[in-house]
């Protein structure tokens, strides 16, 4: 029973921020307190090797942006807003991978993502697929139908299938959802023409569509004709895929895999799943079915926290607030989770066998120590412990925070717990 009450005024909370959420759409909170610097000793990792790749004035705007979302994060009265925002957001994944649109990083997920956590997924999955920054992650913008006007002119031509492929496989229907090579093909031909305006135009940088690069003629999507009519296909396309009962389940065990456990159980997919379709794709109702499923209490340290979890919650749980959020950006990239930085289109893994491997720990070991020498002897690791994992500490953790005289060495033994570690 103790872990079950562990979690429990954590999760209660979770329910109550979704019962009063806004119907409006949600306000990034957190301003960016000065210009971000460039000046950070790199780790050898995959999301600090994309970051020093950074051209100087791309870097400080993805610095700025960074930080004012960390801070947003740890300051926010509303958590669960923000795990939401990150969760959809890493399904929805746009990386400074792709260095050029660093910049638009920060944009991408307050315009497509935020105002839409607890509002209707396909009203997310519409501003996702229109806004400049996924279509040039996903090189969408420089998709030209073969048979369009603009290749009868003798322009360069040809259809890229990066954004259907990902929009079909990844954001809606899953890899197993049912379509195949040719669904692919026609996704990406009605996608073409939707793309941006050149930087170097006036409105530069904001989404249009062009009629003159889009292939021409109907389109078959998973057994369905769309007869031609330009940008009208994909919105047609977008509130069908939206409504498929593959794209209710791929959302509902990616919900329940980061909210219940690893591996899900699969009636808790199906509950949720049935509540996506119920409700036409609420998320608030849909994450309230996350959070509220029995599963998700019967074992409240199931999860791992990724990176970007355990640095906010250390920080919140402490109380402290940072005078430099540009570190806090530099501690994820130590621990491989830079903001925007996912290795590829799929985004960042939800399981822990993904965080925790020898050197992964090692890591976290070391940053935990580093925030113990920070605080010193302002905040007795006691204190901490008896507003976070008191009630699921076991014996062993008790012991060995009891047994040190070291105040630094007792905050490094908290933070690196096992029960801290989760949640």
């Known amino acids: 029973m103790g872990r079950f009450f562990a979690l429990r005024r954590e999760k209660i909370e979770d329910r109550r921020q979704v019962a009063e959420a806004p119907s409006r759409p949600i306000v990034m909170r957190g301003t960016v307190s000065e210009p971000a610097s460039a000046t ?5 990792n995959a999301a600090a090797n994309a970051f020093s790749r950074l051209d100087q004035p791309i870097r400080e705007i993805y610095l700025s942006e ?46 497509a993502i935020r105002p839409y956590v607890l509002g209707r997924f396909h009203d997310m999955l519409s501003a996702v697929v229109r806004h400049p920054a996924m279509l040039l992650y996903l090189d969408n913008a ?19 299938e990066n954004l259907g492929r990902e929009l079909l496989e990844l954001h809606t229907l899953g890899v197993k959802g049912g379509c195949g090579q040719h669904d692919v093909e026609a996704m990406a031909r009605m996608l073409t023409g ?34 031609e009519s330009g940008a009208e296909e994909t919105l047609a396309a977008l509130a069908a895929l939206s409504r498929h009962p593959s794209t209710a389940k791929h959302v509902a065990e990616k919900l329940a895999r980061h909210f219940i456990a690893d591996d899900p159980p699969p009636a808790a997919i199906e509950r949720i799943a049935a509540v996506f ?54 501690s994820l990239r130590m621990l491989d989770q830079g903001p925007f930085a996912a290795p590829s289109p799929a985004g960042w893994p939800d399981r822990g066998e993904d965080w925790l491997g020898p050197e992964a720990l090692m890591h976290r070991i070391e940053w935990a120590n580093a925030a113990a020498k920070k605080i010193g002897r302002s905040i007795p690791a006691e204190a901490i412990m008896a507003e976070t994992i008191a009630p699921v500490a076991a014996p062993q953790t008790r012991a060995a925070i009891a047994s040190s005289d070291d105040p630094v060495e007792k905050l490094t033994l908290l933070f690196a717990s096992r029960e801290f570690q989760r949640r």
């Open 142 to 160: 420089r998709s030209i139908g073969p048979n369009s006007m603009a290749a009868g002119r003798g322009r360069n031509v040809g259809i890229n």
């Open 66 to 111: 960074t930080e004012a979302r960390t801070l947003a994060a740890i300051g926010s009265e509303t958590p669960l807003v923000e795990r939401l925002v990150a969760f959809w957001s890493n399904h929805f994944t746009v990386s400074i991978q792709r260095g050029e649109i660093a910049g638009l990083c920060g944009p991408f997920e307050r315009e």
């Open 277 to 330: 379709q119920r409700t036409g794709g609420d998320l608030k109702e849909v994450t309230r079915a996350a959070i509220e499923a029995p599963e998700a209490w019967a074992e409240p340290l199931a999860k791992v926290k990724a990176p970007q979890d355990y640095v906010v919650s250390l920080v919140r749980a402490t109380g402290m607030t940072p005078n430099d959020g540009k570190l806090l950006i530099q």
């Open 194 to 227: 939707w793309t941006v305006v050149p930087i170097a135009e006036p409105d530069g940088g904001r989404f249009y569509f062009e009629p003159r690069i889009h292939e021409p003629g109907p389109k078959t999507l998973l057994g369905v004709a769309y007869p």
């Open 40 to 44: 950070i000793t790199e780790a050898p």
